[in-house]
């Protein structure tokens, strides 16, 4: 019987695609979980993002399950913000946006 060796950056990163934890330290609770420093983790994140074995680490929510009304923002290069606030109002389900003075500024 052959044993299989798991890659552990492959393993680093299925762990925590589904319930990556929401708070003020994400990276932290990774690392405690895998006997690594915030710092490693971080590093092979790169590595992994740079090997285009990660697209994104963020927060993905499921189609009808955010509710009736939603609040969401993007930061957008203010010179491309007239250009953008326009792409973002030809969805049917965006009914207004408008930029506000933060780096996250164009809120829909």
């Known amino acids: 019987m052959n044993a299989v060796v798991r890659n552990p950056a492959i393993a680093l990163a299925n762990e925590w695609q589904r ?9 932290l609770k990774i690392a405690a ?5 915030t710092a490693e983790v971080l590093e092979f994140m790169q ?3 740079d090997q285009g074995v990660l697209a994104r680490i963020g927060a993905t929510v499921r189609p009808n399950t955010a509710g009736a009304s939603t609040l969401a923002a993007m930061a957008v290069p ?8 326009e792409l973002v109002s030809e969805y ?14 164009l809120w829909f």
């Open 78 to 85: 203010r010179q491309c913000l007239d250009e953008v606030a």
């Open 33 to 37: 979980s895998a006997g690594m420093t």
């Open 47 to 49: 590595s992994l993002s």
């Open 92 to 105: 049917q389900a965006v009914n207004h946006n408008y930029e506000r003075e933060h780096d996250i500024n």
């Open 19 to 27: 319930d990556f934890p929401l708070r003020p330290q994400p990276f």
